[in-house]
């Protein structure tokens, strides 16, 4: 089964800084999804970015982007010019392409504290 | 506008009582799943169903139950059986089979042991 680990469990920036949440994850499987959501006090799960395993390129959304390493099974998030809304939990998750059910594998979040 | 409804927001259990979530969406999507989320801990699935009258146990479905008897209803049941059911539970859908596209999520229903 696949885990997906993030070892961050609290992470602080500064408002306008950049900050980096990191998202390792273990799989046998050569092609599948992964996704970085945002938990914001509301408890709200909002999609903040998405990657294909079949794509080399890195996805960028704005201010936000990831580090896709696939060797190294790493899948970070980077957040420029974070600002006060940026604050919340992050969870990033994994979706297999072959296993039955379009499942999401959570890690255990990293909750994010933007100080002004 | 297309999306999930939960409710009740807030449910308060008494021991030995069942009592059901329910979960409504309006976006035409084949799956719906169950969560459920512990303080410090990420989303762990109790059930999730792919097509009407076809459903599957998740990672901790024990003291749980539920049902698809419609594509747009996936309501989740925590029976007495399920000793510790203090927690938040998010409902989520997305499109079967569509595997880049994320899953929708409700606001999710808070429930707590009288």
């Known amino acids: 089964a696949q885990t997906v680990t993030q070892s961050q469990p609290e992470m602080s920036v500064q408002e306008a800084e950049t900050v980096t949440l990191s998202c390792t994850y273990d799989?046998?499987?050569?092609?599948?999804?992964l996704f970085w959501y945002k938990q914001p006090p509301s408890r709200q799960m909002i999609l903040v970015i998405r990657?294909?395993?079949?794509?080399?390129q890195n996805a960028t959304e704005n201010r936000f982007s990831v580090n896709f390493q696939k060797a190294a099974k790493s899948f970070s998030l980077k957040i420029s010019d974070s600002q006060l809304g940026d604050a919340a939990m992050y969870f990033c998750?994994?979706?297999?392409?072959?296993?039955?059910?379009?499942?999401?594998?959570f890690g255990a979040g990293t909750i994010l504290r933007v100080k002004s | 506008d297309g999306g999930i409804t939960q409710s009740p927001k807030y449910l308060f259990r008494k021991e030995g009582q069942n009592v059901t979530l329910s979960c409504e969406q309006n976006?035409?999507?084949?799956?719906m799943y169950w969560y459920r989320q512990d303080p410090g801990q990420g989303l762990r699935l109790i059930y999730y169903?792919?097509?009407?009258?076809?459903?599957q146990k998740g990672d901790i479905a024990e003291g749980y139950s539920v049902s698809r008897e419609k594509k747009e209803s996936f309501p989740l049941t925590v029976t007495s059986a399920q000793k510790n059911p203090t927690a938040f539970y998010l409902c989520?859908?997305?499109?079967?089979?569509?595997?880049?596209?994320?899953?929708?999520f409700g606001d999710g229903t808070r429930l707590s042991i009288l």
């Open positions: 998750a994994y979706r297999s392409v072959m296993e039955y059910g379009n499942k999401l594998v």
């Open positions: 799989t046998s499987e050569s092609d599948y999804y």
């Open positions: 990657q294909e395993a079949y794509k080399q």
């Open positions: 976006l035409n999507h084949d799956a």
């Open positions: 169903s792919q097509i009407v009258n076809d459903f």
């Open positions: 989520a859908s997305d499109d079967r089979g569509i595997g880049n596209q994320p899953q929708h």
